[in-house]
């Protein structure tokens, strides 16, 4: 539920492109883990000419506000990571 949630804010974030999935442990290009606290880590292909700094903090905020709106859960990190840059 959670890495829906987490996917769904990012979709919404000007600038992504795509979630980036692969064989690791994702749902759709998000890793969540629960352990001392909920982690958020999301793995996206973003637009050319994107700001990435701002980018990334605009989803990490976006997406720990989202989560804590949908569920109460409150992300102790929302990690970002691009695998692509393209137009």
Do not use: F, S, W
């Not at 979630?19 to 880590?41: A, F, N, Q, S, T």
Request: net charge negative; charged share 30%; glycine share 10%.
């Amino acid at each position: 539920m959670l890495a829906r949630y987490a996917a769904d804010a990012a979709r919404d974030v000007e600038g992504v492109r795509r979630l980036v999935p692969d064989r690791l442990r994702r749902h759709g290009g998000v890793r969540v883990k629960d352990e001392e606290g909920v982690e958020i880590e999301i793995h996206l292909g973003v637009d050319a000419g994107v700001p990435i700094p701002a980018l990334a903090r605009d989803l990490q905020q976006r997406i720990a506000e989202y989560l804590e709106r949908m569920t109460g859960t409150t992300p102790v990190a929302v990690d970002i990571v691009i695998h692509e840059v393209g137009g």
